[in-house]
């Protein structure tokens, strides 16, 4: 019984390993019987990769030579990009062997699934092309999100807008959140205003404190000329009485003006000797021995 038993193994193993040899034979032939088409196929898609990247610089270096604003240069650079990969595509597929016109038809009849797919991509084209039309920003501005993201536009592409932040972060919001949403752009005017509360004592005088407070301004180079700093009083607290110094700084100049004044209030508080109260507390120790 343990002999024959051993006997039908070896056969059946002997049996598979004919049909792996006879399988692994037909995909040699095949693939030597396709040699020419695979090579033929990749060095289109590596002659082809190359010509793509050689047309995209030629596009981008001949756009850079028009009066484009940077923010449509850059999304042409986009889709042209990806238009010629899409056509590479296309050309190995049909090199292949594979029919192009029932994949064509294919795709066009399944259209409406791949639009519920990429719904959220094509209302990013959308809202990179309503963007782009509307310009409620272009490269080079310094816009706030709302949504916790603020830097300057580096590019508006296809799909997103790249920012760049104070950090050196580079950030990617997709173009259809930037079209449908509230953006702030800080750069947009020629102007910021900045304002700068301080705390003063009930016992300090107001009109010495505001004769100091624009001679701060009057030394700051960077503030615009077209309006005229001033002081006012905004509130009064359970200490201290809050003043606010009012100024615009040219845009480009913003952050130098914001850490320039504050120094400078502080520096001349000092020499003044005007007094910035702060919540500090006493502690009263009591005795209870008698």
């Not at 509130?235 to 100024?247: A, E, H, I, Y």
Request: glycine share 4%; proline share 2%.
């Amino acid at each position: 019984m343990h002999i024959l038993v051993s006997t039908t193994t070896a056969s059946d193993l002997a049996e598979t390993a004919e049909q792996s040899i006879d399988y692994l034979q037909k995909i040699v032939d095949y693939m030597i019987s396709k040699a020419h088409i695979l090579i033929s196929a990749l060095i289109i898609l590596i002659v082809g990769w190359y010509l793509t990247k050689f047309i995209c610089k030629l596009v981008r270096h001949s756009l850079d030579k028009t009066r484009l604003d940077a923010s449509v240069t850059s999304f042409i650079n986009s889709l042209t990009k990806f238009g010629l990969r899409a056509l590479l595509a296309i050309i190995v597929i049909n090199k292949l062997g594979v029919d192009t016109t029932s994949l064509i038809a294919l795709l066009t009849s399944a259209s409406l699934a791949i639009g519920l797919a990429v719904q959220g991509s094509l209302a990013n084209f959308a809202g990179g092309v309503l963007l782009l039309i509307m310009k409620p920003f272009v490269v080079g501005d310094y816009i706030d999100d709302g949504n916790g993201h603020d830097g300057t536009v580096m590019s508006i592409e296809i799909i997103y807008t790249r920012l760049l932040t104070a950090n050196n972060e580079m950030v990617c919001i997709p173009n259809g959140k930037l079209a449908d949403s509230p953006v702030t752009n800080l750069t947009h005017q020629e102007n910021r205003r900045l304002d700068f509360p301080v705390s003063i004592s009930y016992d300090e005088n107001i009109d010495r404190v505001r004769t100091v407070l624009l001679k701060v301004a009057a030394g700051c180079p960077t503030l615009s000329k077209s309006k005229e700093p001033f002081v006012f009083v905004d509130d009064f607290d359970s200490s201290s009485v809050r003043v606010v110094l009012r100024v615009w700084a040219l845009t480009d100049k913003y952050w130098d003006t914001r850490f320039e004044i504050r120094e400078a209030i502080k520096k001349a508080f000092d020499a003044e000797g005007i007094e910035i109260p702060y919540d500090h507390m006493d502690v009263n120790l009591v005795n209870s021995e008698k």
